[in-house]
């Protein structure tokens, strides 16, 4: 059973800059598309970003396009989000995920994805 856990969540003010990673129990992952998805209080979770294996397909959602950087190392089995210029509507909870497949596609919806992070806060201050 893959397991991906996710770190570097927190409180940041608005502008500011904050990278989470997302590390996977082990290397049969470097061959699955990783997302970052969120969820903010009382709506629902929602597609962020995400990247194919060898990072030949990368995909961002509007709202974070040219703000937001995914990337992936495979030799350390972690995917990275690096997010700046951050506003306070960037606020939720993050969560990896990740879905076995070769696909030069990376799917939006959530239920394209089987493995899943228990998530972590993101809190922007205005």
């Known amino acids: 059973q893959v397991q991906v856990v996710e770190s570097g969540g927190g409180l940041v003010q608005a502008g500011g800059s904050l990278g989470l990673s997302c590390t996977a129990s082990?290397?049969?992952?470097?061959?699955?598309?990783m997302a970052w998805f969120r969820q903010a209080p009382g709506k629902d979770r929602e597609f962020v970003t995400g990247?194919?294996?060898?990072?030949?397909?990368?995909a961002y959602a509007d709202s974070v396009k040219d703000r937001f950087t995914i990337s992936r190392d495979n030799a350390k089995n972690t995917v990275y989000l690096q997010m700046n210029s951050l506003k306070p509507e960037d606020t939720a909870v993050y969560y990896c995920?990740?879905?076995?497949?070769?696909?030069?596609?990376?799917?939006?919806?959530?239920?394209?994805?089987?493995?899943w992070g228990q998530g972590t806060q993101v809190t922007v201050s205005s």
């Open positions: 995920a990740a879905r076995n497949s070769y696909n030069v596609i990376v799917p939006t919806e959530r239920d394209q994805y089987a493995y």
């Open positions: 082990d290397s049969t992952t470097v061959s699955f598309v």
């Open positions: 990247i194919t294996w060898n990072a030949g397909t990368i």
